[in-house]
Each structure stands twice: as structure tokens, then as C-alpha cells.
């Protein structure tokens, strides 16, 4: 049997489909049926016959200059939908009829990226099982057998003529997936170390929410088919829901021991119940442990300091104010072990016996102690802050942290392109690459959104210290705050490059500074 030879698209989408709410064993059986679509889980495929029909009629096409061709409307949409007037597959699940490939081409043209990007592929996979395929998604959410789960797809979703003759490879490569999913995928370590990094952006943001509380966090857990908060206050949900994004839906209900149909992870102190139900409860913190305050409030025991007896505490629908239960937004806060306001703490096991901080590397002795240090200029500071903020962020798209060197080289911008990537497909929903240090029209686009001027504060303000400090422009605090000092600096920057020298960061600007 053909072995699945893995790519990165292969465990995004592993994860994307989980989050989802597949279990993993449907997300495999969806998988294996795309890699034999895609012929490799190839986005930019075009079915073989197309490229030889194509070229009977004098016309050669490559997977990607087809693409291209796609992209820049020298194939039309309704070339496209059918070529030559024929259907022919297109893309890792090789869609087919008009209907299906217009959902896909309208949704690349809708988001600004190619016909061919994987990330959308991936995510029109799960739009168009949830509204066209509802019987064959809600199947994929249940099962428990590679194989089966496989063959659904195959007879539900990919329908071809005799697919019992193509069941026995597709399973074959569901397992596969299944099983190298099972040995390298999102541990339960790396699962809350990412939410506490998350949980820490979110903070330092500050995320905000308005209205009647069932935005952003609510609609996470109501996609997967379960209660958000329902209009009322978040803080449960905030935590559930990062871990449904992290986790999946399965793991985090098994998390707060709870089930689709007795799920009360909006509640704190109904969730409570079930930790207490469960033994877990105890009186001292533990890192990715729940708090529950007497107040009706939620947070997350993010990191400990054992010689202080304190805690740093992630919080959703808080304020900078302590014990704070409806403020609207997100925050990072610090309490001590023993604070009355602490109701109890809820413990999770996620797979370690080290359930408080971190152990500290050694200390190795001084041994010239007149030898100077030097001090981090800014681009030194904004390297350690990025790894100190970002470090799962960067491990996670360019597979290192970055030297701490104070020298502003290719790695440096590429860790600047891969924060902002990510902050923006966090904060407004884009479908940027991180692991793509290019800096693109799709990025241009995005950044319209992102418009940043004289008392702003956050991870963009400091994105800009960061680039502009390293071309010479800002000298100031690295404090991510935007005040005179830096808009004047964004204003000779502007006046450098060409552009109206307003001291307001929009997408012009932007793309000036990342290339």
C-alpha cells in the first residue's frame, strides 16, 4: 500500500477539522479521502484529464500555471466551473460541478487569496460539509473507526461511480494520518502552554467585546454544536472556548468532565459542580488550573510564583480592576494563593506531574564579574519580547525562537511578518500564512483593517517600535504604547518612503515597513 508522504497543510488541517468537532478518527477518514483526491493533499491540483484535454486543444497548463491562470481572470469563473465546457475536479477534494467549485471560487475571491491557497480550501471543506453535507459532518463528529469514517466520506461526500473498489486505499491512508496525527499531534503540554500564550495575547491586546457577550469566544463554542454563554457574562466561556480552539471539542469536555448533552461550561460555578463531582478541586493554584471566584468569575492559573505565594491570573470579560466580572474585555492579573475572593481552583490534567511553574535553568557562577554586560538596544528588546510573548507563536510557524543579537536581520523581520500574520487572522478573522514571510497583497488588504495612530497600545504598537527602531527611526521606550515619540517617527518614516506623512499606520504604511 502507498505510503502518505506528510506536509504541514496535512496537520493544519488535522487540527482545523478537529476544532471543528470532528473526532480523530473523522477527521483521518476526511483526510485520507482528500490526499487521494489531491493525489498528495495538493491544493493547486487540477485533474490529469483537464491537463491533457487542455492540451489537445493547444493549451498547456501546469497544476500551477493554471492557477495563475485562475488568479489573474485569464481563466474565467465560468471556465473555471467548467472547463471546456466539461466538469473536471479541482483542488483537494477535487470538486467537481459548477455549484460546489463556485463556493470555492467565490470564497478565494471573498477572502483576496488564490483559487489554489490550502487555508481556504481547508476551511471551505468545513463550510460546505456544514451546510451542504450536514448528515456526512454530524457522522465525522461521532465516529470512532478510521475506516468507516473514511468510507462515509467517499460514498456521502466524494460520490464517485464504484467507490467500494477505491475504499481499501483511502482507509489505508486515513490510518496513516490517524496514526502520525496520534504521535506528533497537539499533546496536552503543548495544548495549555498555546493557550496560555494565547490567553497573554488576548490580555495584552486588550481583546474587547461589546453588546449583548455572544461574539468572538460564544460563537467558538456554538460552532461546534454546544451553548455559548447566551447573552450572558463570558469568562466561562472565554476558557472553554480556548480550549475547544486548542483541544477540540471532545478533549475539552473531558477536560471539565462534562458531555455534549450535560455541557454547562458557561456557568462558573455549575462548572465548578462537575470538578467538584469529579475530586478535582483543591485550594492551591496550578498552572492551566480554573479560579473560581467567589463573584461568579472564572480565570486561569497561567503561571506561578512559589517564592511569593502569587499567581498570574487570564481573565475574559474583566477590566484591569481585580475580581472584576463583567468589564467587557480580557486581562492578565496577579492574586495571591490565599486571596478570600478565591472560591477554589478546578484542576485539569494536561499531562504533566509539574503542576506548578516551570523549573528555572541553573544559574551558572560569574566568573568575571568586571566584565561589562551589555545592554539590549530596542531591536534586542523587541527580539526577547517577541520570543518572551510569541515563543508558540514562532515555534509553531518558523520552528525557532529568535536570537537574541540586537542585529535586525531576515529572521527577525520574518518573526515581525509571522506576529502580525497571526494577531490579524486572530483579531479579524483573516486567512493569512504566518509561516509566510512574504508580505502580500492579501497582507495589504488585511491591513486595512488595521489602522493604528497616537493612543493606540498593544502588539501592533510595538510591532512598529520594533521595525522602526530597526531602521533607525525610533529611539524611544519599547512600551507599546503610541505616543508623540513614535508618531513622530512614523511620520519620517512616512515622509522617507513616499507617503503622506500623517503619523497613521494603514496599510500603506504597513507595507512600507515589512518591505
Not at 478510521?146 to 467517499?154: G, N, R
Request: hydrophobic fraction near 35%.
Amino acid at each position: 500500500m502507498a505510503k502518505v508522504i506528510f506536509n504541514d497543510w496535512i496537520r493544519v488541517a488535522y487540527q482545523e477539522y478537529r476544532k471543528a468537532g470532528m473526532t480523530p478518527e473523522g477527521a483521518a477518514g476526511m483526510l485520507g479521502n482528500q490526499y487521494a483526491e489531491s493525489a498528495g493533499f495538493l491544493a493547486n491540483r487540477l485533474e490529469f484529464l483537464c491537463v491533457k484535454r487542455y492540451k489537445e486543444k493547444g493549451k498547456v497548463y501546469t497544476d500551477d500555471s493554471y492557477t495563475q491562470a485562475v488568479d489573474s481572470g485569464k481563466i474565467s469563473r465560468a471556465e473555471f466551473l467548467s472547463p471546456m465546457g466539461r466538469h473536471y475536479g479541482y483542488g483537494l477534494s477535487q470538486w467537481t460541478t459548477s455549484d460546489r467549485k463556485a463556493g470555492l471560487y467565490d470564497l478565494a475571491k471573498k477572502k483576496g487569496v488564490s483559487i489554489g491557497d490550502p487555508a481556504m480550501q481547508i476551511e471551505y471543506t468545513v463550510s460546505e460539509l456544514k451546510k451542504k453535507f450536514p448528515t456526512t459532518f454530524k457522522y465525522l463528529c461521532s465516529v470512532t473507526d478510521t475506516k468507516k469514517a473514511s468510507d462515509y466520506v467517499l460514498e456521502h461526500y466524494e460520490s464517485p461511480k464504484n467507490w467500494q473498489n477505491l475504499s481499501t486505499t483511502r482507509a489505508d491512508y486515513a490510518k496513516q494520518i490517524f496514526d502520525k496525527m496520534k504521535s506528533i499531534g497537539k499533546d496536552k503540554i503543548m495544548g495549555i502552554n498555546n493557550i496560555i500564550a494565547k490567553e497573554r495575547e488576548y490580555g495584552n491586546i486588550p481583546y474587547m467585546e461589546t453588546g449583548k457577550n455572544h461574539q468572538k469566544f460564544s460563537d467558538i463554542v456554538n460552532n461546534v454544536g454546544l451553548a455559548g454563554c447566551q447573552d450572558q457574562p463570558w469568562c466561562a466561556t472565554y476558557q472553554f472556548a480556548m480550549e475547544v480552539e486548542e483541544l477540540g471539542k471532545a478533549e475539552a469536555l473531558k477536560h471539565w468532565n462534562m458531555t455534549e448533552k450535560n455541557y454547562c461550561g458557561y456557568s462558573c460555578f455549575s462548572t465548578e459542580a462537575m470538578f467538584r463531582a469529579a475530586g478535582k478541586l483543591g485550594s492551591t493554584p496550578k498552572i492551566g488550573a480554573l479560579v473560581i471566584f467567589r463573584q461568579s468569575h472564572m480565570g486561569r492559573v497561567l503561571s506561578i510564583n512559589s517564592k511569593n505565594k502569587t499567581f498570574e491570573c487570564g481573565e475574559g470579560n474583566t477590566s484591569n480592576k481585580k475580581y472584576e466580572r463583567n468589564g467587557d474585555s480580557c486581562a492578565v492579573k496577579t492574586y495571591s494563593w490565599t486571596d478570600s475572593k478565591i472560591k477554589s481552583f478546578c484542576y485539569i490534567d494536561y499531562g504533566t506531574e509539574k503542576e506548578t511553574e516551570p523549573a528555572q535553568p541553573t544559574v551558572k557562577p560569574v566568573t568575571k564579574p568586571d566584565t561589562p554586560v551589555k545592554t539590549l538596544g530596542n531591536v534586542g528588546k523587541g527580539q526577547k519580547w517577541l520570543n518572551t510573548n510569541y515563543g508558540s507563536t514562532l515555534k509553531k510557524y518558523m520552528k525557532e525562537l529568535l536570537d537574541v543579537d540586537d542585529s535586525f536581520g531576515k529572521k527577525s523581520r520574518a518573526a515581525a511578518v509571522c506576529v502580525w500574520k497571526d494577531l490579524c487572522n486572530r483579531k479579524y478573522k483573516t486567512k493569512l500564512d504566518p509561516s509566510n514571510s512574504n508580505f502580500l497583497s492579501s497582507c495589504k488588504k488585511a491591513a486595512k483593517k488595521v489602522v493604528i495612530k497616537k493612543g493606540a497600545s498593544g502588539t501592533f504598537v510595538y510591532l512598529i517600535e520594533f521595525i522602526l527602531a530597526a531602521k533607525g527611526y525610533y529611539t524611544g521606550a519599547m512600551d507599546a504604547s503610541f505616543g508623540s515619540g513614535l508618531q513622530a517617527a512614523v511620520k519620517a518614516f512616512q515622509k522617507a518612503v513616499g507617503l503622506k506623512a500623517d503619523g497613521v499606520v494603514g496599510a500603506e504604511t504597513w507595507y512600507k515597513l515589512f518591505n
